[in-house]
């Protein structure tokens, strides 16, 4: 079963940036979609960003919700097995646990995986 280290959340004020990180292990990294999901208290897991992998013809394709696009840009480094979402001004709106996720591209619209880390915490507020 894949193992998720998510980490580099904080609070930051409105405006601000921060960049999170994510190690996988126990999957074939470098072959897989990665993608960012976050959830705010009382709501449903939001997908966030997605990146594909070396099974894809299109690797390294990238895919944002609306809520994030050109503020956020979701990145991978295969040699250390770390998906990346840098967060740039953010936003009240964006406070939220952050997860990350590795597999087929087809599991991650419905959030269908089998494991999960424990998210790094993002609090924006001034």
């Known amino acids: 079963q894949v193992q998720l280290a998510e980490s580099g959340g904080g609070l930051v004020q409105p405006g601000g940036s921060l960049r999170l990180s994510c190690e996988a292990s126990?999957?074939?990294?470098?072959?897989?979609?990665l993608g960012w999901y976050r959830q705010a208290p009382g709501k449903q897991r939001e997908l966030v960003a997605t990146?594909?992998?070396?099974?894809?013809?299109?690797?390294?394709?990238?895919n944002y919700a609306d809520s994030v696009q050109g503020r956020f840009t979701i990145s991978r480094d295969n040699a250390k097995r770390t998906v990346y979402l840098q967060m740039n001004n953010l936003k009240p709106e964006d406070t939220a646990v952050y997860y990350c996720?590795?597999?087929?591209?087809?599991?991650?619209?419905?959030?269908?995986?089998?494991?999960w880390g424990q998210g790094t915490q993002v609090t924006v507020s001034s």
């Open positions: 126990r999957i074939q990294f470098r072959n897989v979609a």
């Open positions: 996720n590795a597999g087929a591209m087809s599991r991650f619209e419905s959030a269908d995986f089998d494991s």
């Open positions: 990146i594909t992998g070396g099974g894809y013809t299109n690797y390294g394709r990238t």
